[in-house]
């Protein structure tokens, strides 16, 4: 059995310590959107096709999650007026997602929700150890891109 190296523990200390904020971050952004109709899942969605409508596969990919969980979360945002389907011009299957006015609406509010929840969580951290933190992160996102880029190359084979 492979041990792991004084770096591998290091960066196993980190993806768990990953994984609890982002369950508590889900919880809490969850209590941010619920009385909007929303939820974190939802909030994350609405966030992509601010700027540009989208199709579902390319909201899936940037949030890094699979195409048929982001596909269940905008029909739910469809029937509650969220966001409607779009003719793309690309594509004649994949519909693009496109907020509605309830939507940009509810997501102008929640946005204004977490600028507040955000400033009262971060007074009085470390600035410094904040964006050291948020450095190691995108270093490990990046990383990870390339493993998984490099395993595709390969046929997923290691």
């Known amino acids: ?12 200390e980190l993806v768990l310590e990953v994984f609890r904020v982002n369950g508590l971050a889900l ?3 969850d209590a941010l959107t619920e009385s909007l109709g929303l939820s974190s ?3 994350q969605v609405l966030g992509v096709v601010d700027h540009e409508p989208a199709p579902v596969a390319n909201v899936a990919r940037v949030m890094g999650l699979a195409r048929q969980s982001v596909q269940q979360t905008a029909d ?4 509650d007026g969220f ?5 793309n011009p690309h594509h004649r299957r994949a519909k693009l997602i496109a907020l509605t006015a309830r939507g940009r609406e509810a997501l102008q509010k929640v946005e204004a ?3 507040t929840w955000a400033n009262q969580l971060a007074a009085g ?9 948020a450095e190691g992160l995108r270093q ?3 990383r990870l891109e390339e493993d998984t880029a490099a395993d595709s190359r390969a046929g997923g084979a290691r």
Do not use: F, N, P
């Open 1 to 12: 059995m492979a041990k792991l190296t004084a770096a591998g523990e290091l960066l196993t």
């Open 27 to 29: 919880e809490a952004g």
């Open 41 to 43: 899942a939802r909030w």
């Open 76 to 79: 739910a945002l469809e029937r």
């Open 83 to 87: 966001i409607e389907y779009r003719e």
């Open 113 to 115: 929700r977490q600028a």
């Open 125 to 133: 951290m470390d600035a410094k150890a904040l964006r050291s933190a």
């Open 140 to 142: 490990v996102r990046q």
